[in-house]
């Protein structure tokens, strides 16, 4: 996935789904609110407020909630199926997709770092 402002920065799924769990404490803490506010109703004994606020109070930030976490479920799967027609695209195309250099090797000429780590290329 791209970032929003900047298309070359990336954007994981994990990183939506941690936005899509705060706005999901912020509904839950309105909703709480809402349910509070129904009870302050009944003490008073305005039962239809009070039915309108606990029911307001549930549908509407759970309506929010769902409609967001759609949105968002629609956003990964529509960056997921872009990148893998760009496969398919590079594929049918003939173009090689440029591989990354490797970091190291483990060839018997490199040398061992430090406390059994991975091993590395020999310095120049």
Do not use: C, K
């Amino acid at each position: 996935m791209r970032g929003l402002w900047d298309n070359e920065q990336p954007v994981s799924p994990s990183l939506l789904r941690s936005a899509l769990a705060l706005a999901g404490g912020f509904l839950m803490l309105t909703t709480v609110v809402m349910l509070v506010l129904a009870g302050g109703a009944v003490l008073a004994g305005h039962y239809v407020v009070a039915g309108l606020q606990f029911a307001f109070g549930i549908a509407v930030p759970f309506a929010i909630w769902l409609g967001l976490r759609i949105m968002a479920d629609m956003l990964v799967m529509m960056h997921r199926s872009h990148d893998r027609l760009d496969g398919i695209e590079d594929a049918l195309t003939s173009r090689a997709a440029p591989t990354p250099r490797p970091v190291h090797t483990n060839a018997p000429g490199a040398e061992r770092a430090g406390d059994d780590g991975p091993a590395y290329p020999a310095e120049e």
